[in-house]
C-alpha cells in the first residue's frame, strides 16, 4: 500500500538524471526517499492532509548539489573573519583592517582572508614592514584566498615565535631577509601552521590541513561547542545554495567526532564525508588511522573512506610543481611535498588497502608525479573500481592529457579557480607560466573529451561555496585571448558534474544524484528555468528550497 507522502513538489520543471524518465514536474517524498516521480496532476493526487506542498512555478527541480572539495571547518570560521576581497592598496588595506582590529578587541591575532597576492601591488608581496604599518600594535596576519600563502607582520611572527625563522615540512618555507629574520611571507602550511594557532578557533578550523592530526591538548568542552557552532553556521550557509553533500578535503578525528555530535543534535545539514590526511612527514604506519576511520564513520550523513594527500603548492606561490622553472625565477621547479618514492608507496598502500586516493596536484610536474604514483598502484594491486581523483589540475603536459582516461582517474575541477573564471584576475596564472603551458592550463575541455570523469567543487573558502557563480565559471567564462582555448562547458554536463557525478565518486550513485523513486531525497528547487536563462544570466538563479534525506533544510 502507498504511503502518504510526506512532502510533494508540484510545477516543477525537474532534471533527473533518470535515463528512463528525463524529463517530469513533480515528485513525492516519503520518509527520505523520494516515493514517486511524474507529472504534477499524479503527484498531486498522492498528497494528503498532513503531506506539506511544495509549489515550484516552473523553477527547476534537481538533485541537491554536492560540492565535491570544500575545507568545511576552515571555511565555516573564515565567514566571520575580516574579508578583503577586492581590497587593493596599502590605503584600502588600512581602512579595513583598523576598524576590524577595534572591533575585536578579544583576538589575540587579528586574522583577515582572501588577500590578493597583489594587494599591494603586481611586483611586490606584503611584507612584515608592510603589515607593521598596517597594524603597528597588535599581531596581524593576512591569508591568501588559495590558503597557501600568509603574510604576517613583525608581532604576529613574535607571537608565533618564528620571526627568527624555525623548521618547516618538505614543501614550506618561512621566507627569510637579508637581516637574518622573517620577511613575513609564510609558504605553505608547514610556515603558518604556528600562525593559525593563534587565531580565534586555536587553529583547529585547520588543524586538518596543517597537520592531519587532533587537538594537543584535546579541545575543552567550551571550545567543542563553539567548534560546533561555527560549523552550524557553515552548514545553513552551505544549505542555503542548495548544497546537500560535501566532500571535505582535510581531515582528523576530531572534526569526524564534531560532525557526528552535530548530527545527533539535529544541526547537521549536509552529508559529510571526511578523509584521513597523510602527510609527507607522516610514517606510513599512520595509514591504520584511515582504516580506523572508515571502520568508526560509515553512515549516511558522515563517513571516511578516502586519503587526502598534497603532491605540490600553487602556481601564484610558486609551490606547484612544474617540469621546467618558473619564468624569470633563476632555476624554481616548485616545491615536490612528496619524493617520488615516497609517494609512490603511499599510493600502493593506500590503493591495497581499497581507499579512494585524493591528490592536491596543481602543476605540470605536480600532475605526472600524482599520475605516476596512480600507474605504480595499478601496477602493483592490479586493477580495480577506485575511483581515485586528482584535485585542481591547473597545468598539465598535453602528453599527460590521455593518461587521465587511461588510469581511469577522476578529474575534480573547481571552474572558479581558473584565471577566466571571474574570481581572481585574469593576468595572474599567466605571468607564472611559459607561453606553451599555457594549451595545458585548465584544460577542462581537453580532459572531458578524454572521456575521463569530470566533477565540480569550489574548494570553499578559497573561493565562495556559492554554487551558481561557480556554475557560471564554467558554462560562461571570461574570454582571456587567442592563446587561451575556450573551455566553456554544457550547462547539463555542468550540473552532472555537480550532482549525478560528485554522487557517483562517492560510490553513491545508486543511492543519490538521480531524482528516481527509491533515491535518497536529497532535492534543490530553484528560484528560476535554469535551461531558460542565458549562461551569463545564470547567477540570476538561486535555491528556494534544499531538502537533505527528506528534511527541509533551508528555504528562501
Given amino acids: ?50 503531506t506539506r506542498v511544495i509549489d515550484a512555478a516552473g523553477g527547476t527541480v534537481m538533485p541537491g548539489f554536492i560540492d565535491s572539495h570544500v575545507h568545511l571547518f576552515g571555511g565555516s570560521a573564515e565567514l566571520a573573519c575580516l574579508d578583503l576581497t577586492g581590497v587593493m592598496g596599502m590605503e584600502e588595506l588600512v581602512r579595513a583592517v583598523r576598524p576590524y582590529a577595534e572591533a575585536h578587541p578579544e583576538d589575540e591575532l587579528v586574522f583577515a582572508v582572501q588577500a590578493d597576492y597583489a594587494i599591494l601591488g603586481e611586483t611586490a608581496t606584503p611584507t612584515r614592514h608592510d603589515l607593521d604599518t598596517v597594524l603597528p600594535d597588535r599581531p596581524l596576519a ?10 604576517a607582520n613583525t608581532r604576529a611572527l613574535e607571537l608565533a615565535g618564528i620571526l627568527n625563522g624555525g623548521k618547516t615540512d618538505a614543501g614550506s618555507l618561512i621566507v627569510m631577509g637579508p637581516d637574518g629574520l622573517a620577511t613575513g ?102 595509514l591504520e588511522e584511515a582504516a580506523e576511520m572508515r571502520a568508526r564513520y560509515a553512515g549516511d550523513m558522515v563517513w571516511s573512506a578516502r586519503v587526502k594527500m598534497f603532491i605540490d603548492g600553487v602556481v601564484e606561490g610558486g609551490t606547484a610543481l612544474m617540469l621546467e622553472p618558473y619564468p624569470g625565477s633563476d632555476g624554481n621547479f616548485g616545491d615536490p611535498v612528496f619524493e617520488a618514492d615516497h609517494f609512490n608507496e603511499a599510493c600502493r598502500r593506500i590503493d591495497a588497502m581499497g581507499l579512494q586516493i585524493a591528490t592536491h596536484a596543481i602543476g605540470d610536474g605536480g600532475m605526472r608525479r600524482t599520475l ?19 584535485e585542481h589540475l591547473e597545468v598539465m603536459h598535453l602528453d ?22 571571474g574570481y581572481f584576475p585574469p593576468t595572474g596564472a599567466a605571468r607564472f607560466l611559459h607561453p606553451h603551458q599555457i594549451p595545458g592550463a585548465y584544460a577542462w575541455r581537453r580532459i572531458r573529451e578524454t572521456g575521463c570523469p569530470v566533477i565540480f567543487s569550489t574548494d570553499w573558502p578559497v573561493i565562495p561555496v ?14 582571456l585571448g587567442p592563446e587561451w582555448e575556450d573551455q566553456t562547458q554544457g550547462l547539463m554536463e555542468t550540473l552532472a558534474s555537480y550532482t549525478r557525478d560528485n554522487a ?40 528556494r528550497v534544499t531538502i537533505c534525506g527528506g528534511r527541509i533544510t533551508t528555504q528562501a
Avoid at 31 to 37: K, N, P, S
Avoid at 380 to 390: E, K, Q, T, W
Avoid at 510 to 529: E, F, N, T, W
Wanted: glycine share 8%; net charge negative; aromatic share 6%.
Fill in 1 to 50: 500500500m502507498f504511503q502518504t507522502p510526506d512532502i510533494v513538489i508540484l510545477n516543477g520543471r525537474l532534471i533527473t538524471f533518470d535515463p528512463a524518465r528525463p524529463d517530469a514536474s513533480a515528485l513525492a517524498i516519503t520518509g527520505g526517499t523520494i516515493a514517486a516521480v511524474g507529472d504534477t496532476a499524479e503527484i498531486r493526487a498522492l498528497a494528503g492532509p498532513g
Fill in 142 to 151: 593576512l591569508y591568501a584566498p588559495d590558503h597557501h600563502t600568509a603574510w
Fill in 185 to 286: 611571507e609564510l609558504r605553505e602550511p608547514g610556515a603558518f601552521g604556528r600562525v593559525l594557532a593563534r587565531t580565534r578557533h586555536g587553529g583547529r578550523d585547520m588543524l586538518g590541513f596543517v597537520t592531519g592530526a587532533d587537538p594537543v591538548p584535546p579541545a575543552t568542552a567550551a571550545e567543542r561547542s563553539k567548534d560546533k557552532a561555527a560549523i552550524a553556521k557553515g552548514m545553513q550557509h552551505c544549505a542555503a545554495q542548495g548544497i546537500t553533500g560535501l566532500h571535505n578535503m582535510d581531515g582528523n578525528f576530531y572534526q569526524l567526532e564534531l560532525l557526528s555530535e552535530m548530527e545527533a543534535e539535529g544541526t547537521l545539514l549536509c552529508r559529510t564525508e571526511i578523509p584521513f590526511h597523510l602527510k609527507s612527514f607522516d610514517p606510513l604506519e599512520r
Fill in 372 to 390: 605516476d604514483g596512480y600507474q605504480a598502484a595499478r601496477e602493483a594491486n592490479g586493477v580495480r573500481d577506485s575511483r581515485h581523483r586528482i
Fill in 400 to 421: 599527460d592529457v590521455p593518461r587521465l582516461k587511461a588510469l581511469d582517474v577522476v578529474a575534480s575541477i573547481q571552474p572558479g579557480h581558473a584565471p577566466f573564471g
Fill in 466 to 479: 556559492d554554487v551558481m557563480r561557480n556554475v557560471k565559471a564554467a558554462i560562461a567564462p571570461m574570454r
Fill in 504 to 543: 557517483w565518486v562517492e560510490f553513491n550513485e545508486h543511492r543519490k544524484g538521480r531524482l528516481q523513486p527509491g533515491m535518497m531525497a536529497d532535492i534543490v528547487v530553484m528560484s528560476h528555468d535554469l535551461t531558460a536563462l542565458e549562461p551569463a544570466a545564470i547567477t540570476e538563479a538561486s535555491a
